[in-house]
Nanobody, 116 residues
């Protein structure tokens, strides 16, 4: 069993910064990619960013240049540094992990609220 625990969410003013963390624990054998999705109130889930254990990254266009994803393979932890936050970034941010065998795991999410 794999558990993902997010932290770092909160309330921030527009233009501010937050760093989210997601630590994976449990029976982890072969992580391939870790990343983040978000879901704003009334909206569907939206891909934000992902990173492979080989440090290849991918971002949705709306966060490019503002968000940076990184991974600590030794700690099985992924980070999302969010700068220049906008009210439109307000959402529940959930991390995920995909293994090399195709299994997917999700965290419960952490709320990010950006006030104008």
């Amino acid at each position: 069993q794999v558990q993902l625990m997010e932290s770092g969410g909160g309330l921030v003013q527009a233009g501010g910064s937050l760093t989210l963390s997601c630590a994976a624990s449990g029976s982890i054998f072969s992580i391939f990619v870790m990343g983040w999705y978000r879901q704003a109130p009334g909206n569907g889930r939206e891909f934000v960013a992902q990173i492979t254990t080989g440090y290849s990254t991918n971002y949705t266009d709306s966060v490019k240049g503002r968000f940076t994803i990184s991974i600590d393979n030794a700690k099985n932890t992924v980070y999302l540094q969010m700068n220049s936050l906008k009210p439109g970034d307000t959402a529940v941010y959930s991390c995920y992990l995909n293994t090399t065998t195709g299994r997917a795991y999700w965290g419960k999410g952490t709320l990010v609220t950006v006030s104008s």
